[in-house]
C-alpha cells in the first residue's frame, strides 16, 4: 500500500498481514493495547507532525517500540502512526462513549473532588460500578449522565457536530480542546454508525452521489481542496476552519465566496450513500 497512513511497516518491522508483500523485515502480529491519556497525538515520525489525535480508550495495535515511541495503528480506521510509549496502557474492555462535548474524571464520586482528566466527547471508557450518579471507571469518577453504552448510536450527525460549535480549530485535531475540518464530519457520522474515514480527501472518496450547488440536504458534505464541511440546513454549513479558528455554522453562500476568494472553489458536494 503506498498510502503511508495505512502502510503497517517501518523500516525494520512489518505486521503480519504484509507478509509475502515486503522483504528485510521481521513480522509481527503487533500487541494490543488502549490509549489511558486523555488524549494522544499520532505523529508521522517519532518526533514528527501530528497526523491525528486518538482519544482516551481508543485500541491501538503496537507493531515497533523506539526509544519513547511505538509505532502501530489504530483498531477503529487502521491509521499508522508514532505515539509517546507513555500514553497507552494494557488492553482492556470498554463500555461506553463519552457523549457530551466533554466531561471531566474526579477522584471521586463527587463534584467538588480533585478533577483528574478531562475527557471528550467520543472517549471510551470502562464502567465498572455505579455510585449515585457517577460511573466509577479505572481512571476515576464521570458524571453518569455524560456517558452513553457503546451501542447506542445517536440519529443525527448535524447535532453531533453543533456539540463541537466554538472549539478551537486545530490541524489534525479530533477532540472538544481542538479539532479540523475532517476531524469534525468523522466525529458526527461515527456517533451515527455512518462510515467516515480520518481525512477530508479519503471522505471524498466515499461512495455517494454527487449533487449540483442548490441540491444540498442536511448531511451532505460540501469538498474544498483540503477541506470539508457538513450540511447543517438549507443553505447552511458546520465546518472547523482557519478563517475563524472555530467550529461554527455559516450561510454556505458566504463561506463559498470566501474561500474562492483565496482560488479555492467548491470541488464535490457529495451525499454519501
Known sequence: MSDRRFHRATERVAHDSLRG??????????????????????????EGARDRQLLHGTRFCVLERRGDHVFGFDEDDGYCGWLAAGVLGPDHPVTHLVCAPATHCYSRADIKSTDVAALSFGARVQVLTEEGTFARTPLGFIPGRHLRPLGDILADPVDVARLFLGTPYLWGGNSRAGIDCSGLVQAARRACALP??????????????????????????????????????????????????????????????????????????????
Request: proline share 10%; charged share 15%.
Open 21 to 46: 508483500t515486503l522483504v528485510g523485515v521481521a513480522f509481527t502480529p503487533g500487541q494490543w493495547a488502549r490509549v489511558v491519556a486523555p488524549l494522544a497525538d499520532l505523529r508521522a515520525a517519532p
Open 196 to 273: 467516515c474515514p480520518p481525512d477530508s480527501d479519503l471522505q471524498a472518496a466515499l461512495p455517494g452521489k454527487s449533487l449540483d450547488s442548490g441540491q444540498e440536504e442536511p448531511g451532505d458534505l460540501i469538498f474544498w481542496k483540503g477541506h470539508v464541511a457538513l450540511v447543517s440546513a438549507p443553505g447552511r454549513i458546520i465546518h472547523a476552519n482557519a478563517w475563524h479558528m472555530a467550529v461554527v455554522e455559516e450561510p454556505l453562500a458566504g463561506a463559498e465566496a470566501r474561500i474562492a476568494a483565496t482560488g479555492a472553489p467548491v470541488i464535490l458536494r457529495l451525499r454519501v450513500a
